[in-house]
């Protein structure tokens, strides 16, 4: 289904209770993100379901109702209100209870970034389910570490400029945290964030050009920062539109902060340690006939498995399911051994399995051939996904572990494609290395050999 937008979209997303201007004001937004905005006709198979209180055209109890409705059309979708800054302290936590507040006023960029994240959050949680699933069937139960958030008393690092603001971030911090460490600047944000380990950040910019949204953007590619969620109190709500783009993820009203910093911090944490958990999980799933031991990639007995559970859900929710399918070439030794070769593509194929997501499954499907299923995912994200793989592997030396310790480049054959709607596992990898074996590919020259 193409929903209007000129191709299928990322997501589906239920539109309730704005005005006709405002509808189409998100639906122009939320497409050129890749988001269809559909009516609440469509709400079975919706993956978000937005509630616009601006303006107060719906009451908070009103509200409430169509948030129980859109959760019972879709129990897996969630809830996000869309709220004015001057909603009271009382009707702002009725709501929290049925879904997340988002403040905004005219522009939705900030909203779209909350709703990827809502979107990859729900993504990891089904394919931890799905995964759990399949290994009860494989008789794996054993195999992995136990999902669970921890219970542990909060751990939370203000940093910015004295003032108003901070003042009332650590008055409603206090209460609800072990420790409450207070810094000035990016500098000493970052000496606190290496020597100590924190559950939720709050950054204080005092402009545009502060060294905090660069320190944000980078703990957020930092493999061990990365899942420490910041928090950016915001005098304007159209302002995180432009702290978004710089890489800020998480935005409230600085006004709010004194009554809703504290549950938001203690929210916050909590879904992050659980995101956290399902991730290690998901890269911990092993066992005997679960992984090849050599690549690490998950063996043809778990893809028939697990990828039936995959196309079923799909087929299920309505949801895109996209295949990568990656052919691997080593050059050969001049003495013509076939153990370094091997020792390098192993190399190369664990490699993969961590440039991909954590819900993406990695499986070797022959020698050299791997293929990636990606639940929730089109075809367009699923080429620029190839093309990462590709552009690593390809930039990226391998050695061959023998004693010469000979260096090896790996030359690598992608092709990406969407699963028709009602196809098997069997046949969506057959289709897969049908693509992968009829695409034209450039001359190679062969594979780099460092001596």
Same mark, same amino acid.
């Given at each position: 289904?193409?929903?209007?937008?000129?191709?299928?979209?990322?997501?589906?997303?239920?539109?309730?209770?704005?005005?006709? /201007?405002?509808?189409?004001?998100?639906?122009?937004?939320?497409?050129?993100?890749?988001?269809?905005?559909?009516?609440?006709?469509?709400?079975?198979?919706?993956?978000?379901?937005?509630?616009?209180?601006?303006?107060?055209?719906?009451?908070?109890?009103?509200?409430?109702?169509?948030?129980?409705? $859109?959760?019972?059309?879709? %129990?897996?979708?969630?809830?996000?209100?869309?709220?004015?800054?001057?909603?009271?302290? &009382? #009707?702002?936590?009725?709501?929290?209870?049925?879904?997340?507040?988002?403040?905004?006023?005219?522009?939705?960029?900030?909203?779209?970034?909350?709703?990827?994240?809502?979107?990859?959050?729900?993504?990891?949680?089904?394919?931890?389910?799905?995964?759990?699933?399949?290994?009860?069937?494989?008789?794996?139960?054993? /195999?992995?570490?136990?999902?669970?958030?921890?219970?542990?008393?909060?751990?939370?690092?203000?940093?910015?400029?004295?003032?108003?603001? #901070?003042?009332?971030?650590?008055?409603?911090?206090?209460?609800?945290?072990?420790?409450?460490?207070?810094?000035?600047?990016?500098?000493?944000?970052?000496?606190?964030?290496?020597?100590?380990? *924190?559950?939720?950040?709050?950054?204080?910019?005092?402009?545009?050009?502060?060294?905090?949204?660069? $320190?944000?953007?980078?703990?957020? =590619?930092?493999?061990?920062?990365?899942?420490? %969620?910041?928090?950016?109190?915001?005098?304007?709500?159209?302002?995180?539109?432009?702290?978004?783009?710089?890489?800020?993820?998480?935005?409230?009203?600085?006004?709010?902060?004194?009554?809703?910093?504290?549950?938001?911090?203690?929210?916050?944490?909590?879904?992050?340690?659980?995101?956290?958990?399902?991730?290690?999980?998901?890269?911990?799933?092993?066992?005997?006939?679960? =992984?090849?031991?050599?690549?690490?990639? *998950?063996?043809?007995? *778990?893809? &028939?498995?697990?990828?039936?559970?995959?196309? @079923?859900?799909?087929?299920?929710?309505?949801?895109?399911?996209?295949?990568? #399918?990656?052919?691997? /070439?080593?050059? @050969?030794?001049?003495?013509?051994?076939?153990?370094?070769?091997?020792?390098?593509?192993?190399?190369?194929?664990?490699?993969?399995?961590?440039?991909?997501?954590? /819900?993406?499954?990695?499986?070797?499907?022959?020698?050299?051939?791997?293929?990636?299923?990606?639940?929730?995912?089109?075809?367009?994200?699923?080429?620029? @996904?190839?093309?990462?793989?590709?552009?690593?592997?390809?930039?990226?030396?391998?050695?061959?572990?023998?004693?010469?310790?000979?260096?090896?480049?790996?030359?690598?054959?992608?092709?990406?494609?969407?699963?028709?709607?009602?196809?098997?596992?069997?046949?969506?990898?057959?289709?897969? $290395?049908?693509?992968?074996?009829?695409?034209?590919?450039?001359?190679?020259?062969?594979?780099?050999?460092?001596?």
């Amino acid at each position: 289904m193409q929903d209007g937008i000129g191709k299928a979209p990322k997501a589906r997303i239920v539109y309730v209770g704005g005005p006709d /201007e405002a509808r189409a004001a998100l639906t122009e937004s939320f497409a050129e993100a890749g988001f269809a905005l559909v009516s609440h006709e469509d709400a079975a198979q919706c993956d978000i379901g937005l509630i616009d209180l601006r303006g107060r055209r719906l009451s908070s109890r009103k509200a409430q109702s169509i948030a129980a409705v $859109l959760r019972q059309s879709s %129990p897996e979708s969630s809830i996000i209100i869309l709220i004015d800054p001057y909603m009271d302290e &009382t #009707a702002r936590k009725a709501l929290r209870r049925h879904g997340e507040l988002v403040v905004m006023l005219t522009r939705p960029e900030g909203l779209i970034e909350r709703c990827r994240q809502v979107l990859r959050l729900r993504n990891v949680a089904e394919e931890a389910g799905e995964r759990l699933k399949s290994l009860a069937g494989l008789n794996r139960l054993n /195999e992995f570490p136990p999902i669970a958030a921890p219970a542990a008393p909060l751990r939370v690092l203000i940093a910015g400029e004295a003032g108003p603001t #901070a003042l009332a971030a650590v008055n409603a911090l206090t209460p609800v945290t072990e420790q409450c460490i207070c810094v000035f600047s990016a500098g000493q944000a970052l000496r606190a964030v290496e020597n100590g380990r *924190f559950d939720v950040a709050v950054f204080l910019p005092a402009r545009d050009n502060d060294p905090l949204m660069s $320190l944000a953007r980078s703990l957020r =590619r930092h493999p061990k920062h990365a899942s420490m %969620p910041i928090i950016f109190p915001l005098g304007d709500p159209d302002v995180a539109v432009d702290y978004a783009r710089r890489g800020a993820s998480d935005f409230m009203l600085s006004d709010h902060v004194a009554a809703d910093l504290g549950a938001k911090a203690q929210t916050t944490a909590r879904r992050s340690r659980l995101l956290k958990s399902m991730r290690r999980f998901l890269n911990a799933c092993e066992g005997d006939g679960v =992984r090849d031991p050599g690549s690490g990639a *998950f063996t043809a007995t *778990f893809l &028939t498995e697990h990828g039936a559970r995959l196309c @079923a859900r799909a087929d299920q929710s309505g949801r895109k399911m996209a295949m990568i #399918a990656l052919k691997l /070439e080593m050059e @050969a030794q001049d003495s013509g051994e076939a153990e370094p070769g091997r020792r390098a593509l192993h190399q190369a194929a664990r490699l993969i399995n961590r440039v991909t997501r954590a /819900e993406d499954v990695v499986a070797r499907v022959g020698v050299d051939t791997f293929l990636v299923l990606a639940p929730a995912t089109t075809e367009a994200n699923a080429e620029k @996904a190839a093309l990462r793989i590709q552009g690593v592997l390809e930039n990226t030396v391998f050695r061959s572990g023998d004693d010469n310790m000979q260096l090896y480049g790996v030359s690598i054959d992608v092709a990406a494609c969407e699963r028709p709607a009602g196809l098997c596992i069997e046949e969506s990898v057959a289709l897969a $290395l049908a693509v992968l074996r009829d695409r034209p590919t450039a001359p190679k020259t062969g594979s780099l050999e460092l001596r």
